[in-house]
């Protein structure tokens, strides 16, 4: 009982600011579900993918590079550097969105909320501190951060507002400057300094280009089903599709938790070329991520009417959500290879991968674009994560095969 209690207490500090991130977005999810109709909703969550697309590629993979080389409490010579690729980055993204909307080439009609896009600078700014809080083994910090500090205020907020779409876009913007202020205020008390420069700034680019890369197509697995449910017009399902794969990330959420428990160790071990305790590293983490996995899969699983309920969709759907969670698991049973892949400085494997599995869900677009029904932006899904997530599984084993 010692032992069970002993095992589980490592990973409170690391899981709590996960949890109570994901809390943030399920009370969001909830709020939104029941306060707008389907097709707004689904115009909600479709403009929230394309912010969060932005933020993806702002972000510019800094907050991993951060990760991998930063090992004291104020930061490091390359931190500045991040910060100020960072900052750059989200303002051009900016200013191409906005861009964009008024010469009419952005493909859903957002003219009286335009000015969400600008909450694209403060968000992606917020991951170079997440980066720093990680890489100094803050991990409850960080997590909590990701989303939780910006989303948690935000919920508090639209709780004692009219639920509108001006204020929730409004709110958003507002909300996101202020998370990043409280973070850069709290990062700064740390012992954080910060200051812009670009000074040697090209490896920092080179390598965050291949992390961003690969990150970004992995996003674009996911969210792809969503830009194409919104070009062809079928709102409802975008709405169901973001939903389902909100909850099936419960049973993803182990992966985050132990992406932050073990990149420290992968981290350590690959500077001093200790390949076997990678590979011991990894399998461990890979064993405790699907017992950890294991609990959420079977609620879901179990209690998927009540869910659906919960979010206010019909409880047919059912089969759909299970088959979500189902996926995930497999997806879950690989390990935390993407992590891994950044740290032993092959992210190009890792691209490689990821651009497979978003090639092959594009093909199988074909089929929603005739169909257009939820089944078949579940089947871009689940073909995308799961060639993804074993490719990567397969290259990981090689890699380490090679090495020992």
């Not at 991993?64 to 690729?85: C, R, W």
């Not at 040697?200 to 280009?209: A, E, I, P």
């Not at 985050?256 to 990894?282: E, G, Q």
């Not at 089944?375 to 599984?393: P, Q, R, T």
Request: charged share 10%.
């Amino acid at each position: 009982m010692t032992y069970i209690f002993n095992y589980f207490k490592k990973f409170v500090n690391v899981g709590m600011g996960k949890v109570l991130s994901i809390a943030s977005n399920f009370l969001l999810l909830f709020i939104i579900t029941n306060s707008f109709t389907i097709k707004d909703s689904g115009f909600i969550f479709l403009t929230f993918s394309v912010v969060s697309f932005l933020i993806f590629v702002s972000r510019f993979g800094q907050d991993q590079l951060i990760v991998k080389y930063n090992n004291t409490l104020i930061g490091n010579k390359n931190l500045d550097v991040s910060f100020s690729i960072v900052l750059i980055v989200s303002t051009l993204c900016f200013l191409a969105t906005m861009l964009l909307l008024k010469f009419n080439l952005f493909y859903v009609s957002i003219d009286s909320f335009s000015w969400i896009f600008i909450s694209v600078i403060p968000l992606s700014c917020s991951w170079v501190l997440i980066g720093y809080f990680r890489s100094n083994n803050l991990q409850f910090l960080a997590n909590f951060s990701e989303n939780g500090v910006f989303q948690f205020l935000l919920v508090l907020f639209l709780v004692f507002i009219p639920k509108t779409l001006h204020n929730l876009y409004l709110s958003y913007v507002f909300f996101g400057f202020l998370s990043f202020i409280i973070l850069l205020l709290l990062s700064f008390k740390i012992g954080l300094l910060l200051k812009f420069s670009l000074k040697n700034s090209l490896n920092n680019f080179r390598t965050g280009f291949k992390i961003m890369s690969s990150s970004l197509l992995s996003f674009l697995i996911l969210n792809i089903p969503i830009y194409i449910a919104g070009l062809l017009n079928i709102i409802d399902d975008i709405t169901l599709y973001n939903v389902c794969l909100k909850v099936s990330l419960l049973v993803n959420i182990g992966l985050a938790i132990f992406n932050s428990l073990y990149s420290p160790k992968y981290a350590k071990s690959f500077i001093d070329n200790d390949y076997k305790s990678l590979r011991k590293l990894y399998n461990q983490a890979r064993l405790e991520l699907v017992l950890f996995s294991l609990f959420p899969l079977i609620i879901v699983l179990i209690f998927p009417y009540f869910i659906l309920d919960f979010f206010n969709l019909q409880s047919d759907n059912a089969f759909v959500l299970r088959c979500f969670v189902l996926c995930q698991f497999l997806c879950v049973s690989t390990g935390t290879t993407g992590v891994f892949l950044n740290i032993v400085d092959k992210e190009s494997l890792l691209q490689r991968n990821t651009l497979i599995g978003l090639v092959i869900s594009l093909l199988f677009s074909i089929f929603l674009i005739y169909f257009k029904n939820i089944y078949f932006m579940f089947s871009m899904f689940a073909i995308g994560v799961l060639l993804e997530n074993f490719l990567s599984y397969f290259s990981v084993k090689n890699l380490l095969n090679e090495k020992i």
